[in-house]
C-alpha cells in the first residue's frame, strides 16, 4: 500500500500550502541523489515529489482526500488521472504537462519552466543537480551568479562581465526577479536582486507606504507617490482608514515572459504625532466633545 502523502512530507492534514512547500524543500535537498548516496535516498526522494506533486495543488488535494491513492493510479481508467490524453502535474516546484497515445510514451512533452530557456536546466538551480527525469537532456552548463540592483531587475540593464578570462556583455531583460535564470551563450546566470527600501516586490506587483497625517486621512488630500515609474499623483479620499490599500493599475514590473505589467498596491500608513501643543490638544478635545471630561493629555 502506498504511503500516506501527508506521513511521506511529515505534515498533517491540515498543513498550509506554505507548511508543505517548506516540508518538500527540506525533504527533496535532504535525499536528493546528487546530495545524499545512500541507498534509499532515490526512492525517498521519488516518494517525497510524488506527495508534493498532489498536496501542493488544491485540486488533486481535495481528490486525494476524498478518494485517496486511487484517484492518481495511471492503470485505473480514463478518468482525470488515467490513461490516454493530456496529463500534468509539478515536480517541486515546476510544473508538466504531456500528452500520450492511451497509456504509451509520452508524444509531446510541455514544461511551464518560469521563463527558463531550457526548463531541464530549472533542476540544477533548485536542486543543485542534474534533472530527476535523466536523458540525454540532463546535461551540466556552467552557472555563474549575479547580484543586480532592484531598479536594474525591473527596468532591465546591460552589465559587462567577466568570465573565464573573456569579457562579454549581458542584456538583462526587464522583469527579472531574484532566483531569476537566464541562459547566455554557453553559460547560465542565476541573478541575485538587491532589495530596496521603498518597495516591496511580490511577483509583478510592488508594494509601498504612504505616510499620512490624521487631518489629511480625515480630510482627505492629493498625495504624491513614488512608483517604480516615477511619481505619480493620487487622490486619497476622505475618512481613509489605516492601513487601507490602494490599488494603480498597471503601475508594477513588466512581465517577463509577455506583456503587461503588474499593479502598484500603496498602503495607507497613519502618523500619530508625539508631540501636540497645548493649542492642538485643546483643539482634539473639542473635536472629540471631551472638552469638559476628563481626558489624560
Same mark, same amino acid.
Given at each position: 500500500?502506498? *504511503? ?44 517525497? /515529489? ?6 501542493? @495543488?488544491?485540486?488533486? *488535494? ?5 478518494? +485517496? ?10 478518468? &482525470? ?12 516546484? !515546476? /510544473? ?7 497509456? =504509451? &510514451? ?5 514544461? @511551464?519552466?518560469?521563463? %527558463? ?5 530549472? !533542476?540544477?538551480? %533548485?536542486?543543485? =543537480? ?31 562581465? /567577466?568570465?573565464?578570462? *573573456? /569579457? ?31 518597495? *516591496? ?28 515609474? +516615477? ?5 486619497? &479620499? ?21 506583456? +503587461? ?37
Amino acid at each position: 500500500m502506498a *504511503k500516506d502523502y501527508y506521513q511521506s512530507l511529515g505534515v498533517t492534514k491540515s498543513a498550509s500550502a506554505d507548511e508543505i512547500k517548506k516540508a518538500y524543500r527540506k525533504l527533496a535537498l535532504q535525499y536528493h541523489p546528487d546530495r545524499n548516496k545512500s541507498k534509499e535516498a532515490d526512492g525517498k526522494f521519488k516518494e517525497v /515529489t510524488k506527495a508534493y506533486e498532489v498536496l501542493s @495543488d488544491a485540486g488533486k *488535494k481535495q481528490t486525494y482526500d476524498q478518494y +485517496g491513492h486511487s484517484a492518481f493510479d495511471p492503470s485505473a481508467g480514463s478518468g &482525470p488521472f488515467g490513461q490516454g490524453g493530456q496529463q500534468g502535474g509539478r515536480y517541486g516546484p !515546476f /510544473t508538466y504537462s504531456y500528452t500520450t497515445n492511451g497509456g =504509451g &510514451p509520452a508524444e509531446g512533452f510541455d514544461f @511551464d519552466s518560469g521563463g %527558463f530557456s531550457d526548463p531541464f536546466d530549472i !533542476f540544477e538551480q %533548485f536542486f543543485g =543537480g542534474a534533472n530527476p527525469f535523466g536523458g540525454a537532456q540532463a546535461r551540466r552548463r556552467q552557472t555563474y551568479s549575479l547580484t543586480i540592483d532592484f531598479k536594474d531587475a525591473v527596468h532591465g540593464a546591460e552589465k559587462k562581465v /567577466t568570465i573565464g578570462g *573573456k /569579457t562579454q556583455n549581458i542584456k538583462i531583460p526587464a522583469g527579472v526577479d531574484n532566483g531569476s535564470r537566464m541562459r547566455f551563450g554557453d553559460f547560465d546566470v542565476v541573478f541575485e536582486v538587491k532589495g530596496n527600501p521603498k518597495f *516591496k516586490r511580490e511577483g509583478n506587483d510592488i508594494i509601498s507606504e504612504q505616510e499620512l497625517s490624521f487631518a489629511d486621512a480625515a480630510l482627505g488630500i492629493e498625495a504624491e507617490v513614488e512608483t517604480i515609474h +516615477g511619481k505619480l499623483k493620487i487622490r486619497i &479620499p476622505s475618512g481613509t482608514q489605516p492601513n487601507t490599500v490602494i490599488r494603480l493599475g498597471g503601475k508594477g514590473v513588466p512581465n517577463l515572459r509577455g506583456s +503587461g505589467h503588474g499593479d502598484h498596491y500603496v498602503r495607507i500608513k497613519l502618523v500619530v504625532p508625539k508631540n501636540l501643543t497645548s493649542r492642538q490638544k485643546e483643539l482634539l478635545r473639542e473635536f472629540e466633545g471631551t472638552k469638559n471630561k476628563k481626558t489624560w493629555f
